[in-house]
């Protein structure tokens, strides 16, 4: 019988008991999460902020394409990289098929165009409002981009936090890029999907209370930081 | 000061990722199907013949279509599926340059357990099809080509029905999946027997059909070929497909039971 009590406790067993099997689905989905998020980022920011800044032809067209491609369905990311890195396909003999490089390239082109639109939103706004000052500091705009970031930097949080969002969820690519397999590209949503799959709707939905505990976890240090650094700054 | 942090944390991931993936080398990617995965199967006998070379398996578990796909364009380094006609002609075509019995269990139909179409008392599956053909009852089709949807194609041809109308429901899904579905909308459906016996929401379903000839569902293992795919993992993938037909492979095969119930019977030649 599927109740709500028997996917808590279920969860509970599964942490209490440390499996060590759980543990590496944890700490691989973690990783992979966490390093797209950190690799888009170094992308992200610095091309929304030049799209905030820059006028040049076709600045539309991208923007509109970048806000567009936050709507990008998983599975056509992951079906993308598959072909790309397929050994029948271009990248084929890097041989990354099916391993966590993999998963982390599909989750970056995911996660990519959400901070790139959310970070030219957050800093054309501050633009904005000090145009004149940066101006009369005889700033180039290649200048204004690290200032700008600085200043919009609790608002970039949480855009890089909506992109956090997006890859720790997201399940179709990398199944399709990862194939799932256990101990080595195994992570916390493609384990739902396996459960799922196996009619072990218990275990499914504890692994799910655990994903959701875990992002719940990190959104709060995120937070915790960030008012932390607020109330220095006065 | 916090780039340089960040540098390092990215450094950190990066270094624990390739240390992942570094940590077996020898390895070989198995395109295999979600039946035998879910079944539990693998976890079962891959340790077996990880202890006896050194050599882990990588499964991944996708339905008999895609498996031909991935091993066609290269990404797997060996196949074991179940659609004899298919593997023929994977032979055939060039892309194996060997195939081998490996073992067999049978498909069964699934239903409600009152049975609406009445194909509990059918002499043989054709029977059985047309029942529910006939009485238009819900039935849910896997339609993804993997191959017990294949099989069960093959089952309406020989009926001489051709499955359409309301009743006839492709989901597009796995077994598991599908299996979920029709216990939701309490439809029949056709399930290889290892995935429904291992399967945990089964709900109102009950089995209702097993036992025709024609029923019976062959796994076979290929051996990609080196000369179109040079860089697979040959040596490595040739000891895994001679294990599973050898006597300590069939053996782990035949040791394995859910509920005391044997799933999968080895037949290797």
């Known amino acids: 019988m599927l109740t709500s009590d028997n996917a808590f406790s279920t969860a509970l067993t599964l942490i209490l008991g440390m499996d060590s099997a759980l543990i590496s689905i944890v700490a691989l989905s973690l990783q992979v999460s966490l390093m797209a998020v950190v690799i888009a980022s170094l992308i992200a920011l610095p091309l929304g902020a030049a799209l905030a800044l820059w006028r040049f032809p076709g600045r539309n067209v991208m923007i509109v394409a970048l806000n567009a491609l936050m709507g990008l369905p998983p599975v056509v990311a992951g079906l993308c990289v598959y072909l790309l890195l397929s050994r029948a396909g271009p990248l084929g003999e890097w041989g990354l098929l099916f391993t966590p490089t993999a998963m982390v390239i599909a989750q970056v082109i995911l996660v990519m165009p959400i901070i790139a639109a959310l970070t030219r939103q957050q800093v054309e706004a501050l633009h904005g409002e000090y145009a004149e000052q940066l101006n009369s500091l005889g700033l180039t705009r290649l200048r204004m981009i690290p200032t700008l970031l600085w200043d919009a930097r609790f608002g970039l949080l949480t855009v890089i936090l909506a992109g956090f969002g997006r890859a720790s969820a997201e399940v179709g690519a990398v199944m399709i890029v990862g194939g799932n397999i256990d101990g080595v590209t195994r992570v916390m949503t493609t384990s739902i999907v396996l459960e799922t799959s196996k009619g072990n709707l218990p275990m499914a939905l504890g692994l799910g209370i655990i994903l959701l505990a875990l992002v719940t976890m990190i959104n709060a240090i995120a937070h915790i930081i960030g008012e932390t650094a607020k109330r220095r700054l006065g | 000061m916090n780039k340089t942090r960040a540098f390092i944390f990215a450094g950190s991931l990066g270094l624990t990722i390739s240390s992942t993936l570094m940590a077996a080398d020898d390895y070989i990617t ?71 019995n490996v073992m ?166």
């Open chain 2, 30 to 100: 198995l395109a295999s199907t979600t039946s035998t995965e879910n079944s539990g199967l693998f976890d079962a006998i891959i340790p077996a013949f990880s202890k006896e070379t050194g050599i882990d398996v990588r499964v991944v578990a996708v339905g008999t279509g895609q498996a031909f796909e991935i091993g066609r364009r290269g990404d797997a380094d060996s196949l074991l599926v179940h659609d004899t006609a298919g593997e023929e002609q994977f032979v055939a075509d060039g892309y194996a340059t060997e195939r081998q």
């Open chain 2, 104 to 269: 067999y269990n049978d498909f069964v139909i699934v239903g409600p357990s009152n049975d609406p179409a009445g194909i509990r008392d059918s002499e043989t599956v054709t029977d059985a099809m047309q029942r529910i053909a006939e009485s238009e009852s819900p039935f849910a089709s896997r339609g993804d080509d993997s191959g017990t949807n294949r099989a069960e194609l093959r089952l309406w041809e020989d009926a001489d029905i051709t499955p359409q109308g309301e009743w006839y429901r492709e989901l597009g899904s796995g077994m598991g999946p599908t299996l979920n579905t029709a216990a939701g909308m309490d439809a029949y459906t056709f399930t290889d027997r290892a995935t429904w016996v291992a399967f945990d929401n089964p709900q109102d379903l009950t089995l209702l059909f097993e036992g025709d000839e024609a029923l019976f569902n062959q796994y076979g293992s290929l051996l990609l070929s080196a000369e179109r795919h040079p860089h697979l993992k040959h040596d490595l993938a040739a000891q895994w497909h001679e294990w599973l037909v050898s006597d300590e492979g069939q053996q782990a095969i035949a040791d394995y039971e859910v509920d005391g119930q044997q799933l999968f019977f080895p037949n290797a030649e």
